[in-house]
Structures are given as structure tokens and as C-alpha cells.
């Protein structure tokens, strides 16, 4: 298992350009979110997803976009990205921890982006 | 609105000692919390999770406590390595349901554990 990808690793955009962030995985979760990192803050969450279909506005939604495309994968996208956009972007997804009852949520490596 | 407080930001500690890391929470109505280790450039991954009417959960070298009632928790590294260096976040879990199990974060404490 792969468990949560996502693509790319590392994005430079200008001012207003677009762009949409992937996110896949494999784990045959319902649930995913898109959360954002910036320094020196916890992880902020964007938009979720509690199933395919279905889409959330998280605590910071603003200039954001998201598909939950089918049940593997949630995209997120900036139609006309700020600077205030730089930022690491992760995708996560809830399901089961191993071997266990509890739910957790398990994450991807994240998406560094710089918007100058 | 649930809010998440982690102190101290930053530890700068020798290898072998014992540490505890504090995480604290104003809403008590948390369904469970987690600790989490976030590696520089890399993802989250889940150290521990304790439920709302636990007390602690162990692995290995790492002990979390919850008291629900003081909105706290304390992370506990016994015998910290080199390889412990990392940045901890607390998270807790408002609620349960398809809509629900969303995390708040605390801003992180940065470990830096040297030889």
C-alpha cells in the first residue's frame, strides 16, 4: 500500500496563476481533508470530504476549491493563487489505525508551494 | 471554537533525558487526542491516541496522559535518542460521525535531542 500520495512535491507559481493540487489513496477510506502549514502554526484544515460525493468547508476555505473526484482521490485547487497561499499543503485521510479500532487520520508528504 | 496550546515550542535537550511534552485544550467535549511526529519535509505520523475515558496510552519509550476534566495532556519520552529529534504535535478530535472526527493542532513542539 502507497497509503495517501500526493502530487506535486514542490510548485513555484506567480501571482494569479491556477493550479490543482492531487491526492490519492489507496486505503479505501471515506473521509479526506486538505489541511495547510505555515510557520510556526498548527495545521490548518481547508476542506474535507466525509465521503465521495460530498465536500466541507473547513476553518480556512477562502480562495480554495476542492473535487472529491471518486472514492481514492481529493483535489484541491487555487483558481488565482496570493502569496498568502505559500504555504505546505497535506492531504490526509481517516480510517481505521492498524490493528486497531480508533480512528486516525493518516497523511501524505505534502505539497510545498511558493506564490510570489 | 476548540483551541490547542503546546508548550514548550521549542526543547534543546542531551541524549538519555527524560522528557514531557504539554499539550492543552480549551473545549473538554473531545471525542479522543492524538500525538503526532512530524519529521522535517516528510507527513504526520500518529505516535499515540487516547480515548476520551482513557487515562494514558504507552509505546515503547513514549507515555501520553489525558485528564479531560483540565483540558490536558502531557506526552512523556523516556530515555530521549538522537533519532527522537523531530517536531510533536497534539491534536484532539471534536465529535465522531461521517461529518465529524475533525483534528485541531496545537502549533508543535520542536525536539531537538543531541549526542
Known amino acids: 500500500n502507497a497509503g495517501v500520495t500526493q502530487t506535486p512535491k514542490f510548485q513555484v507559481l506567480k501571482t494569479g496563476q491556477s493550479m490543482t493540487l492531487q491526492c490519492a489513496q489507496d486505503?479505501?477510506?471515506?473521509?479526506m481533508y486538505w489541511y495547510r502549514q505555515d510557520p510556526g502554526m498548527g495545521l490548518r484544515l481547508i476542506y474535507y470530504?466525509?465521503?465521495?460525493?460530498?465536500?466541507d468547508k473547513g476553518e480556512v476555505p477562502n480562495g480554495y476549491n476542492v473535487s472529491r473526484l471518486n472514492k481514492r482521490e481529493f483535489s484541491l485547487r487555487l483558481e488565482s493563487a496570493a502569496p498568502s497561499q505559500t504555504s505546505v499543503y497535506f492531504c490526509?485521510?481517516?480510517?481505521?489505525?492498524?490493528?486497531?479500532?480508533?480512528?486516525?487520520?493518516?497523511f501524505g508528504p505534502g505539497t510545498r508551494l511558493l506564490v510570489l | 471554537k476548540q483551541e490547542v496550546t503546546q508548550i514548550p515550542a521549542a526543547l534543546s535537550v542531551p541524549e538519555g533525558e527524560n522528557l514531557v511534552l504539554n499539550c492543552s485544550f480549551t473545549?473538554?467535549?473531545?471525542?479522543?487526542l492524538q500525538w503526532f511526529r512530524q519529521d522535517p519535509g516528510k507527513g504526520l505520523t500518529s505516535l499515540l491516541l487516547?480515548?476520551?475515558?482513557?487515562r494514558e496510552q504507552t509505546s515503547g519509550r513514549l507515555n501520553a496522559s489525558l485528564d479531560k476534566s483540565s483540558g490536558r495532556s502531557t506526552l512523556y519520552i523516556a530515555a530521549s535518542q538522537p533519532g527522537d529529534s523531530a517536531t510533536y504535535l497534539c491534536?484532539?478530535?471534536?465529535?465522531?460521525?461521517?461529518?465529524?472526527?475533525?483534528?485541531?493542532f496545537g502549533r508543535g513542539t520542536q525536539l531537538t535531542v543531541w549526542p
Open positions: 487516547i480515548q476520551s475515558s482513557q
Open positions: 470530504s466525509a465521503s465521495e460525493g460530498t465536500t
Open positions: 486505503m479505501n477510506h471515506n473521509s
Open positions: 473545549d473538554s467535549a473531545i471525542y479522543n
Open positions: 490526509a485521510s481517516r480510517g481505521l489505525l492498524w490493528g486497531g479500532e480508533q480512528e486516525t487520520q493518516y
Open positions: 491534536a484532539v478530535v471534536v465529535g465522531r460521525g461521517s461529518t465529524l472526527g475533525r483534528l485541531y
